[in-house]
């Protein structure tokens, strides 16, 4: 596995040249284009890393993995209620459905579902933002996982199309706190920083059942989430990434991708900061594509 990393990282690298990282958060727009890691986790609990692995990251949307995955837990079938499981075709802060579908958001992993499954959760536990780096530290098993405050500001100061979801889903009644505070705890999410390596032990819950005391280790909702990644997780490209790459996977505008094999046995996530015009990171999914297909799917 290590050399297969080492020949994935040099023939994925030179691909983030056609892309940029994510412009419209400032904090994101400074990242160093040239970064790249992958990281391979087994559930035998072998680990296997190539380029800056170790070093932390925005994880932005791939916190809506992990905080759907507590919401299952926590909140339980009334969530779907408030949220459907629907690819929404659209880019993912694109607000014209919640208007024609009258507040109900086509699927978690788009802004307005992850804004509304972040006010679930804060409804049910208002020390939440605490809580949820706190299971991240868990699942990864690192104490050091922290809030990136530079990027949660930035954010904060350009998230007026998250804001106005944010009051859609209020005006439509499926808001029950302030839509300023869910925004910006929402954004606080996105902001958690994390390496490839942190975030590929972190996922292994959706592979197999993980010792330890974090609220998702056992694993009980993998399929479904599994499901709506494959569906959903890419954004408006999640069928060109499913046919192209065929793992389960969730992206974030931080240029990290986390996937999962669990036929194979293994958590994966890359991260190059360089961007599609999409929002998807270019090499991370060149080294994903090339993961899955040396490793078989
Ligand atoms: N915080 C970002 C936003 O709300 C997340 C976008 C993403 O990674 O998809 O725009």
Same mark, same amino acid.
């Given at each position: 596995? *290590? !050399?297969?990393?080492?020949?994935?990282?040099?023939?994925?690298? !030179?691909?983030?040249?056609?892309?940029?990282?994510?412009? /419209?958060? !400032?904090?994101?727009?400074?990242?160093?284009?040239?970064?790249?890691?992958?990281?391979?986790?087994?559930?035998?609990?072998? &680990?296997?890393?190539?380029?800056?692995?170790?070093?932390?990251?925005?994880? *932005?949307?791939?916190?809506?993995?992990? +905080?759907?995955?507590?919401?299952?837990?926590?909140?339980?079938?009334?969530?779907?209620?408030?949220?459907?499981?629907?690819?929404?075709?659209?880019?993912?802060?694109?607000?014209? *459905?919640?208007?024609?579908?009258?507040?109900?958001?086509?699927?978690?992993?788009?802004?307005?579902?992850?804004?509304?499954?972040?006010?679930?959760?804060?409804?049910?536990?208002?020390?939440?933002?605490?809580?949820?780096?706190?299971?991240?530290?868990?699942?990864?098993?690192?104490?050091?996982?922290? /809030?990136?405050?530079?990027?949660?500001?930035?954010?904060?100061?350009? #998230?007026?199309?998250?804001?106005? =979801?944010?009051?859609?889903?209020?005006?439509?009644?499926?808001?029950?706190?302030?839509?300023?505070?869910?925004?910006?705890?929402? $954004?606080? $999410?996105?902001?958690?920083?994390?390496?490839?390596? *942190?975030?590929?032990? =972190?996922?292994?819950?959706?592979?197999?059942?993980?010792?330890?005391?974090?609220?998702?280790?056992?694993?009980?909702?993998?399929?479904?989430?599994?499901?709506?990644?494959?569906?959903?997780?890419? /954004?408006?490209?999640? #069928? &060109?990434?499913?046919?192209?790459?065929?793992?389960?996977?969730?992206?974030?505008?931080?240029?990290?991708?986390?996937?999962?094999?669990?036929?194979?046995?293994?958590?994966?996530?890359?991260?190059?900061? !360089?961007?599609?015009? $999409?929002?998807?990171?270019? =090499?991370?999914?060149?080294?994903?594509?090339?993961?899955?297909?040396? +490793?078989?799917?």
């Amino acid at each position: 596995m *290590q !050399p297969l990393l080492e020949r994935i990282e040099d023939a994925a690298r !030179p691909t983030a040249e056609d892309g940029l990282p994510a412009q /419209y958060i !400032p904090a994101l727009a400074r990242v160093d284009p040239k970064k790249f890691a992958l990281a391979v986790v087994t559930k035998e609990g072998a &680990e296997y890393a190539a380029g800056d692995a170790d070093e932390p990251f925005s994880i *932005q949307s791939i916190s809506k993995l992990f +905080t759907l995955a507590l919401a299952m837990e926590w909140i339980g079938d009334s969530l779907w209620d408030r949220v459907k499981r629907e690819p929404s075709g659209m880019r993912f802060n694109s607000i014209i *459905q919640l208007e024609t579908e009258n507040g109900v958001p086509r699927n978690p992993f788009i802004n307005a579902g992850a804004i509304v499954v972040t006010d679930a959760l804060l409804h049910t536990r208002p020390s939440i933002a605490v809580g949820f780096r706190n299971q991240m530290r868990l699942l990864s098993g690192d104490e050091s996982v922290r /809030y990136d405050s530079e990027v949660h500001r930035s954010e904060i100061a350009t #998230g007026d199309m998250n804001r106005a =979801a944010a009051f859609l889903l209020k005006a439509k009644g499926n808001l029950t706190e302030d839509p300023i505070e869910a925004t910006n705890v929402y $954004f606080q $999410f996105c902001s958690l920083a994390m390496s490839a390596r *942190q975030l590929a032990r =972190a996922a292994l819950f959706l592979v197999a059942p993980q010792p330890g005391d974090a609220a998702l280790a056992k694993g009980t909702h993998a399929l479904r989430l599994r499901a709506i990644m494959r569906t959903c997780g890419l /954004y408006d490209q999640s #069928g &060109e990434f499913a046919f192209r790459v065929g793992l389960p996977a969730k992206s974030g505008v931080g240029g990290g991708i986390v996937a999962v094999n669990p036929a194979k046995g293994y958590a994966a996530c890359a991260w190059s900061p !360089p961007l599609d015009k $999409f929002g998807n990171s270019i =090499a991370a999914t060149e080294a994903l594509a090339l993961l899955a297909a040396e +490793t078989g799917v």
